[in-house]
């Protein structure tokens, strides 16, 4: 069974950086793509970025290219974004999920929102 549990959430001043983990068990854990989404209230669920476990190639929305970078580490399972220069426009729900799929990373995102198995989330809140 997949499981996801996202942590490393809470509350920042605007400027401030967070690191947001997603511990992964229950799949080949080098042979998936695994993204984070973020939604917030009365929006449609955002991609935010990705990472191909095969390839090692990643995917950044614009709206935090040269903000954020996300990273895996196979020994831990585990799926990090490090989130620096925040605003408070990223302030939402971080989920993370993970996709059996081959494609590079910016091809995987759309796949994983619409078949992939997710975490619970994790709350980020930016103040100004």
């Known amino acids: 069974e997949v499981q996801l549990v996202e942590s490393g959430g809470g509350l920042v001043q605007a400027g401030g950086s967070l690191r947001l983990s997603c511990a992964a068990s229950?799949?080949?854990?080098?042979?998936?793509?695994i993204g984070w989404f973020r939604q917030a209230p009365g929006k449609e669920r955002e991609g935010v970025s990705c990472i191909s476990n095969n390839d090692g190639s990643t995917y950044y929305a614009e709206s935090v290219k040269g903000r954020f970078t996300i990273t895996s580490d196979s020994a831990k399972s585990t799926v990090y974004l490090e989130m620096n220069s925040l605003k408070p426009e990223d302030t939402a729900v971080y989920s993370c999920?993970?996709?059996?799929?081959?494609?590079?990373?910016?091809?995987?995102?759309?796949?994983?929102?619409?078949?992939?198995?997710w975490g619970q989330g994790t709350q980020v809140t930016v103040s100004s």
């Open positions: 999920a993970a996709d059996l799929t081959h494609l590079v990373a910016a091809q995987a995102m759309g796949v994983i929102k619409r078949f992939g198995s």
């Open positions: 229950g799949f080949p854990f080098d042979e998936y793509a």
